[in-house]
Structures are given as C-alpha cells and as structure tokens.
C-alpha cells in the first residue's frame, strides 16, 4: 500500500453518473465534512447519529427550497471506497436538480472534485494499491467480457497478489543479504547461494509468465483490428456482412466496387475484433479513386494485427495462394487464409484446398463454416484460451515495470554466479524492490500520480 497516508482537510463533490438526462443521478461526497455538510440540507434526520451503510430517504432543501426527494447512502469512514466518510445521493436525474445540489453542497464549503479524485483518496488512503486503483478505470473502459473479467481480476487484487509473492521473496532474499553484511568481519554466510539462485530462477519465470500475459492482456483491452484484404469480387464484403449478420456493406458483381475502408466492430469469445473491409487489390486499374482505395488497403494491412486473406476458391490456384501466404509469413503478419465460394467448387478442388491445413473454407454468401473461421481468428489473435482466470496483464505502465524488474533479476542472478560481493547483491535486490513498487504504488510521486489519475472520469 502507499506509505504517504494523506489527511485531507477538504470535502469534494462529483456527480457519479454520466450528464445528462435520465431517471436516476448519483452525486457523491467525500470527505470530514460530508455528514456535517449534508445534515445542513438534510431535515428529515440527523445524519450525524445514523450508522453506517444504512440508507435514509427524504427531502433536500437549501434553506427553504426543496432541491429534491433523495435517497442517502451513508459510508463511514474509514469503511467506504475512499477511506473517508462517503455519502451518495440518489436524485432525479435532472441537470438543473444536479446542479442545484451541488452549487447547495459546494456553496457550503466543498469543492468539485478533480478527475478520478475518489479513486486517488481509495489508493491514498491504503484502501487500494496502485495496479488495484488503475484497475477501476480499465473496468468503466471495459467493452467485452474478457476485457471486463481482467479488470475485475486486477481490482478484486488478483495481480496484487502476484506481486506480493514476488516481493516477499525478495525481502527474505533481502534480508538474509543483509544480515551477512552486519556480520561482514566474522565472515558468516547466512545466505545459501544454490538454494538463493533456484529463488531467483523461480521469480524469473513467475516474472516472464507475467509479461508474456501482456500479449492477450493488450488484446483483450484494444480489441484485434482485422483487414479483409484479397483481389476484387473474392467476396470480402459479402464475408464482412456474414460476420456481422447483417447487410454493412455494398455486395456487386462489378469489380472495384469498394472504393474505401469500411470498419466494423464484432465481438467473438468476449474479445473485440475490428473489422476492416479493403479495396480489392489490383495493380492496375485506371479509375483515381480506385487507385486511392487499393493504396489504402495496403496502408489497413500494414498497420493490422492480423489479416484476412480472402481468395475465391474457383478461380485461385493452390500455387498462388502458397506465394501469398510466403509474402505475409515473410513480413512478420499474422495471417489467416480464406477459400471463399467452396459452394461452388468440385469436391476434388476443395479436397485439394483441405489437404493445406492453414487454409479456411468457407461460403460467405450462404454463411457456411463462418464459425470456423470465427474460431480461427481468436486462435491467430490470441493463441489461447481467453477465459482464463489468472492475471493477465492489461497495463503498459506495468508491462515496462515488469520488464526492468526481469532485468535487474537477471543482474542478480548473474551476480550470484559471479559471487560478487554481499553489498552489490543487496543494490540489485533493492532495484527489484523498486520496480514491483512502481505497480503497486509503493514508490511513486504526486506528478505521476496526476497523470495516472487524471485520466479517470469525474465522478470516480
């Protein structure tokens, strides 16, 4: 947790739920004045003497004007998500009643609070560690089930938990070293080197585990973008509109008929795909706008993590599609090999096509293997199951720390089969330390944490 617990003199105010109209607007308070500050415009009852975590209902009034019929859901510090104490209320969800509460709360000596303030009170306060803290935001970000369930993982303190292993192994690590160096003139080993060097390969793989999860865990929080690519009238709109089950595109028979990138969203298996139908490519063409269309496709391809190359089975040579396939694996992208049309094929052609394991035969007008090739792409993008419940790692501020910690690690190991001297193993244990606080909050600064925190929204 953060060692610097602040004692916040002041009380802020947020609305909680998004502006704007709606039946229902959550304003939140914290701080050591909420309850003395919202007894003044609360009548029905003393909120001074009630308990916490009950609920109270009645009327706000400033002074002798009903502001609104509410609902008070009071929390106690240090028993609330801040630490401090915590009332929210539930009012109609009116702007100008929003904003009549707040001038009432605020003219009585609370402030707006700044862009994820509660959240940095929660951290602040020992009640959330950083990585736990940054979690909450992922978790409001959140648009698919996988990218829900990993925030959810990393806020309940799942990946906390993870780094407190490490940790703790380092300070034993930590400790044994040091007290060697209290004992440096009598010359005792306290530490045993072998049984020091398998901790240190232990916490090595723990660690690479850990930044290998970066992989799906940037997946699952960006999304997948996809670029439908193949010559004109392979079908790639028709497929587009065969993943989305519905009519996205333009279908013709005339080639060249999709001038520019059409982009859609779908998810499969809980992770977001973006969906990029290209331009046919064809080198030439004498149509400008054609041409504009092709030398987009290309720019969509490079930048994809994968791309689909879509052919039509009756028209396309298993020779040609195997220099296609040579070209992408030669530069590095991710790629998934479409027959398109096999509907209209004879059986010994798609027995042919069948026999190249990396191919994918579908019919996209008639949706037909359409979930293969679903399946296919999660394979490609992930390369795994995404319904894993261990921690997967979502953040690059964590992923950078991750990196540092396996290279001080690798220092340490390398000095214990150097034997280099006690004092050296502590400075490079004492970095290890360092880098697994910078997660979780246990070194940091207030301009960093800033920065962390002004990207939540107000409210939160």
Known sequence: ????????????????????MGAIGVIRVSGKQTFALLNELFPSKN????????????????????????????FKGPKSYTGEDVIEISCHGSAFIEAQIMAAITARGARLAKAGEFTQRAFLNGKLDLAQAESVADLIASNSEASKRAAIHTMRGGFSTD??????????????????????????????????????????????????????????KNGVQVAIIGKPNAGKSTLLNALLNE????????????????????????VLFRLIDTAGIRTQTDDIIEQLGVAKSFEKMNAADVVVYLFDAQTTS????????????????????????????????????????????????NKLAIDTLKTALVQKAVGGDVQTESTVVTNTRHQDALLKLQASLQDVSAGLSAKITGDLLALDIRQCLHYLGLITGEITNDD?????????????
């Open 1 to 20: 947790m953060a060692s610097h617990v602040i004692d916040w003199d002041d009380t802020i105010v947020a609305l909680a739920t998004p502006p704007g």
């Open 47 to 74: 909120l001074l003497e009630q308990a916490s975590h009950t609920i109270v209902v009645g009327l706000l009034k400033d002074q002798n004007k009903v502001l609104d019929e509410v609902v008070l859901s009071l």
């Open 318 to 365: 298993l020779e040609d599609i195997q220099i296609v396939a040579q070209e992408l694996t030669s530069t590095g992208i991710k790629h998934v090999l479409v027959a398109n049309k096999i509907d209209s094929i004879t059986p010994e052609k798609l027995a042919e096509l069948q026999t190249v394991a990396s191919i994918v035969c579908i019919a996209a007008k």
């Open 163 to 220: 780094l407190a292993y490490l940790r703790e192994q380092l300070i034993k690590f930590s400790a044994l070293i040091e007290l060697e160096l209290d004992f440096a003139e009598e010359d005792v080993e306290f530490a045993n080197r072998p049984a020091l060097h398998s901790t240190v390969n232990e916490l090595q793989q723990a660690t690479q585990q850990l930044i290998n999860s970066f992989a799906l865990g940037n997946v699952i």
């Open 247 to 270: 009519n996205r595109a333009i279908v013709s028979d005339i080639a060249g008929t999709t001038r520019d990138t059409i982009e859609e969203v779908l998810n499969i298996e809980g």
């Open 448 to 460: 960093q944490l800033d920065y962390i925190f002004s990207k939540f929204c107000i409210g939160k």
